[in-house]
Structure formats: structure tokens, C-alpha cells
């Protein structure tokens, strides 16, 4: 199961909660020849009618200027990862458990599966949790990997590597 895990810069505005909010955000950046790997938008409960757009990436001094009009800021507040790879029954939560047992609490969390892929976005409350989270689970990938190839090459009538 390999697994990328990549810190990315998660660009957001807070809008108002209507019809259209999220095509009136994404548009500058499309017009400005943006290519959205994440788009993430969600109303915010309780917060009198508000929600939540975020983007990555955010790059090029065109779609710069066009998220920067839109209202849109990198979200420092919230350090992201966007973990992709292989997808496995029951990987949602062993990432999930993998980070609890390191006592890292995940601020957000989306995952989708299309075809055999997975791509997960986190988010966390510091530098540090998204740091230790991204050690964790690139470890997490390569052990994975590392067993598979181990079973591939037991099958084969090879030594295992190590």
C-alpha cells in the first residue's frame, strides 16, 4: 500500500451561506487558468448562515491575484496534508487510529476512493501535529509496501529484502 503524503497550503474564505457561494469563489480562479486539485466547501452549523471554501493549490501570480480578490488566504491556522495512494479496505481507520495513538487530534478530515486510489485531505490544529502526522504516515505506507513486497517476492522463491 504505498502511500504519498504531501504538506500542502490550503487557501480559504469564509462566505456567506447561499446559492452560488461556491461557483462565485471558484470563478476567478478558473477564469485565471487555476487547475484545483481540492476544492472543499461546508456551511459552518451556528455560525448565522456562514461557510466555508477552501482551495489548493494556489499558484501563479494570475490565479494568485484572482484568490486574493476572491477573498481567499492561506489557512495557516489550520496546517493540511493531502495523503494519497493505494486504497485498502479498512484504511480510513487504521490512519485514523495510527494518528490517536500518536495523541494527534485531526482538526478536519475528507477522503474519497475513485477506482483503486484514495485522496485524503487533514487538517490539524499546529505545525507540529501536520509534521508528526506526516513522519507517522509515510511510515505507515512504506510498512505496508515493505510487507507486500516481502509476500511478493516469498511467492516468486526470493529472499525477502532486509
Known amino acids: 500500500m504505498a502511500i504519498t503524503v504531501k504538506k500542502i497550503e490550503l487557501w480559504n474564505v469564509i462566505v456567506d451561506n447561499r446559492p452560488g457561494a461556491l461557483a462565485t469563489v471558484l470563478e476567478p480562479l478558473a477564469d485565471a487558468g487555476a487547475d484545483l486539485e481540492v476544492v472543499l466547501g461546508?456551511?459552518?452549523p451556528g455560525d448565522g448562515g456562514k461557510a466555508s471554501v477552501g482551495v489548493f493549490p494556489v499558484k501563479g501570480?494570475?490565479?494568485l491575484a484572482?484568490?486574493?480578490?476572491?477573498?481567499?488566504a492561506p489557512a495557516t491556522s489550520m496546517p493540511?496534508?493531502?495523503?494519497?495512494?493505494?486504497?485498502r479496505a479498512g484504511l480510513g481507520r487504521r490512519i485514523s487510529q495510527t494518528l490517536a495513538a500518536a495523541d494527534i487530534n485531526i482538526g478536519f478530515a475528507?477522503?474519497?476512493?475513485?477506482?483503486?486510489?484514495f485522496s485524503a485531505l487533514f487538517g490539524f490544529a499546529n505545525e507540529a501535529d501536520a509534521g508528526?502526522?506526516?513522519s507517522i504516515l509515510k511510515k505507515l505506507g512504506a510498512a505496508k509496501t515493505s510487507k507486500k513486497s516481502a509476500a511478493a517476492t516469498k511467492k516468486r522463491g526470493g529472499a525477502p529484502p532486509g
Open 42 to 44: 461546508t456551511s459552518i
Open 61 to 63: 501570480k494570475k490565479v
Open 66 to 72: 484572482a484568490a486574493r480578490a476572491s477573498g481567499l
Open 80 to 87: 493540511s496534508l493531502l495523503v494519497t495512494g493505494d486504497n
Open 110 to 117: 475528507v477522503a474519497q476512493v475513485a477506482g483503486r486510489n
Open 132 to 134: 508528526k502526522a506526516a
